[in-house]
């Protein structure tokens, strides 16, 4: 199926000129950046301000593992002058369009690249973690990368671009600071009744997690002995909270919780937002605040 998706973005990438956007973007004098998720769209409008269109391809609500790109997609990336993505197993498509990025004018940044990644292993088989954003340290990677090159692209705003990303830098190290004195010397085991996708953040904290799923798997339905599994380890570990991603249906955490009597909570992922968030205005910064409280009660 992706052999075939990549020949179908071959031939859209062939036949679809890569130009036409950068002339509009010399005619109003803003770059036109593409990403594929929340984290790398907020990080793209906190560093570029209004010196930058910033679009967004994944429908807000929508779970990124699904996600495959429309012609209207592929059309939109080809006529921007900076397309960021994920990358890796994430984003399998973006290589047909990387093979192909000296037809167009398009920059291609996948952020996987600029980062220390981790595998995960899930019977037996090893693959990265595409789940680098949930760490603050990756954060400030990825947000150094794209101020280096908005600031090659458009170095007239080099100074403006490397001022919001020091700016930023500084928020970034202040909600690490926050993480790193609320895991020093609180329980460092969480329980989570649903996919893991937060291996980025247990290992830049030294955090013990024990989950349904590793953070990628497409199963539905954990088996009877895992289900015991973590209501034996909250019951023997005393932990009082048991968490859920913000996609869940929160069956697992419902069961969990009336068996144990752990408060469940969500920890975001950050990966999609809701239309009513997005219209908000809503953050990176904010949804990770709001996780490192989420935390602080459940780390107790």
């Given at each position: 199926m992706r052999k075939i998706l990549s020949f179908i973005l071959s031939i859209i990438i062939l036949v679809i000129p890569g130009c036409a956007g950068n002339d509009e973007t010399t005619q109003n004098n803003k770059l036109k950046i593409v990403t594929t998720i929340f984290p790398l769209y907020d990080f793209a409008k906190q560093i570029a301000g209004d010196r930058a269109e910033v679009d967004m391809l994944l429908p807000t609500g929508r779970e990124a593992h699904s996600y495959e790109p429309t012609v209207q997609d592929i059309i939109k990336i080809n006529e921007s002058d900076l397309f960021i993505n994920i990358g890796g197993s994430a984003d399998p498509w973006v290589e047909a369009i990387s093979k192909d990025e000296n037809k167009s004018n398009t920059r291609i940044m996948s952020a996987i690249n600029v980062v220390d990644t981790i595998k995960e292993n899930h019977h037996d088989i090893y693959s990265v973690d595409e789940h680098i954003w949930t760490s603050p340290e990756n954060a400030e990677d990825i947000i150094e990368a794209i101020a280096n090159l908005l600031a090659q692209m458009d170095p007239k705003n080099k100074d403006f671009y490397e001022k919001n990303e020091e700016?930023?830098?500084?928020?970034?190290?202040?909600?690490d600071e926050k993480f790193e004195r609320l895991t020093k010397n609180n329980n460092k085991k969480i329980v989570f009744a649903d996919r893991f996708p937060f291996k980025y953040l247990a290992e830049e904290y030294n955090l013990e997690y024990f989950s349904a799923f590793p953070g990628c798997s497409s199963e539905s339905e954990p088996s009877a002995a895992t289900i015991s599994q973590l209501i034996e380890t909250i019951k023997?570990?005393?932990?009082?909270?048991?968490?859920?991603?913000?996609?869940?249906?929160?069956?697992?955490?419902?069961?969990?919780s009336g068996e144990t009597g752990a408060k469940k909570l969500m920890l975001h992922s950050c990966h999609?937002?809701?239309?009513?968030?997005?219209?908000?205005?809503?953050t990176y910064l904010e949804l990770m605040e709001n996780n490192y409280q989420s935390l602080k009660e459940g780390l107790k």
């Open positions: 700016i930023y830098s500084n928020k970034l190290d202040k909600l023997n570990e005393n932990i009082n909270v048991v968490f859920y991603t913000e996609t869940s249906n929160q069956k697992l955490a419902d069961t969990i999609s937002v809701t239309d009513e968030q997005l219209k908000k205005g809503i």
